[in-house]
C-alpha cells in the first residue's frame, strides 16, 4: 500500500511537552495538507504545503505549531508547549496539483496521530 | 465564507435498503464538493467528488451523490446499505480558488442486519 503514512499513529504527552509529528505522503504528490479534528467536529484545516513552500495557514495554526516540508516530500508537525486543548487526531493528507491547468485533485488522508496531551 | 451542514447526526437503516445522507452547503462561486467516509481508528477515504458535468456522479463501493444547484445540496445515496457501510460520512466542500476543504460535522450511518 502506498497510501499516506503518519507517524506515530498514537501519542501521550504531557502538559508542557513538545511534540512532533511526521507525515509520508503518496510519492507522486506535490501538495501536502495537515488537518486537525477533535470529538464529534469534521476535520480543521491547519496548513498546506506546495512541494517544499509553505503556502497557507489557519488562523488554527497558533504560533507553538510549526510545520515544514524540507525536500518537498515527508512533512512534519511540531507543536511546542502543548495544551489540553491540543489533544486531538492530527490528520495529514496529500494531492496532485497540476499547475497551470488549476486542477488540484481530491485529497488522501492518512490514519491519523492521536495526540493527547494530560 | 464557506460552510458544509449535515443536519443528521445519526442514520440508521436496515440492511438491504436504500440508504440517504443528506448534505448542504454554501460557498461564493461554483462548488468543488466530495464525501468521505471514516472508519474507526481509519484516516478518511475518498469516496466521490463533483467538479462540473452530470449532477449524478458515481463513487467507490456503490455510493452516488446528486449534486442539486438550486437547493445546493449533496446528497449521498446507495441503493441497498450492507452491514459493512457502517461508518462515520464526511461531507466537504472546497471553493473556487480555494486550496483546502471544509468538512461538515458528519452523520455516522448504521446498517442494521
Known amino acids: 500500500d502506498t497510501g499516506v503514512s503518519q507517524d506515530p499513529r498514537h501519542k501521550i504527552t504531557k502538559r508542557g511537552q513538545n511534540v512532533t509529528f511526521r507525515c509520508d505522503p503518496i510519492s507522486e504528490h506535490n501538495r501536502l495538507y495537515w488537518y486537525r479534528q477533535t470529538l464529534g467536529q469534521g476535520p480543521e484545516f491547519l496548513t498546506y504545503f506546495q512541494n517544499e513552500a509553505q503556502l497557507e495557514k489557519s488562523r488554527l495554526l497558533s504560533d507553538r505549531f510549526s510545520a515544514e516540508r524540507p525536500k518537498g516530500s515527508f512533512s512534519t508537525l511540531e507543536i511546542q508547549r502543548t495544551e489540553q486543548g491540543d489533544s486531538a487526531m492530527y490528520l495529514c493528507a496529500s494531492s496532485l496539483y497540476l499547475g497551470l491547468a488549476g486542477v488540484s485533485y481530491e485529497q488522501y488522508f492518512g490514519p491519523g496521530t492521536r495526540l493527547t496531551v494530560t | 465564507a464557506q460552510s458544509v451542514a449535515q443536519p443528521e447526526d445519526q442514520v440508521n437503516v436496515a440492511e438491504g435498503n436504500p440508504l440517504t445522507v443528506k448534505c448542504t452547503y454554501s460557498?461564493?462561486?461554483?462548488?468543488?464538493l466530495f464525501w468521505y467516509v471514516q472508519y474507526p481508528n481509519r484516516g478518511l477515504q475518498f469516496l466521490l467528488k463533483?467538479?462540473?458535468?452530470?449532477?449524478l456522479v458515481k463513487g467507490s463501493y456503490g455510493f452516488e451523490a446528486e449534486f442539486n444547484k438550486s437547493q445546493t445540496s449533496f446528497h449521498l445515496k446507495k441503493p441497498s446499505a450492507l452491514v459493512s457501510d457502517s461508518a462515520l460520512y464526511f461531507c466537504?466542500?472546497?471553493?473556487?480558488?480555494?486550496?483546502?476543504?471544509?468538512f461538515g460535522t458528519g452523520t455516522r450511518l448504521t446498517v442494521i442486519p
Open positions: 463533483y467538479i462540473t458535468g452530470d449532477n
Open positions: 460557498v461564493s462561486g461554483n462548488p468543488y
Open positions: 466537504a466542500v472546497r471553493e473556487t480558488g480555494a486550496n483546502n476543504l471544509f
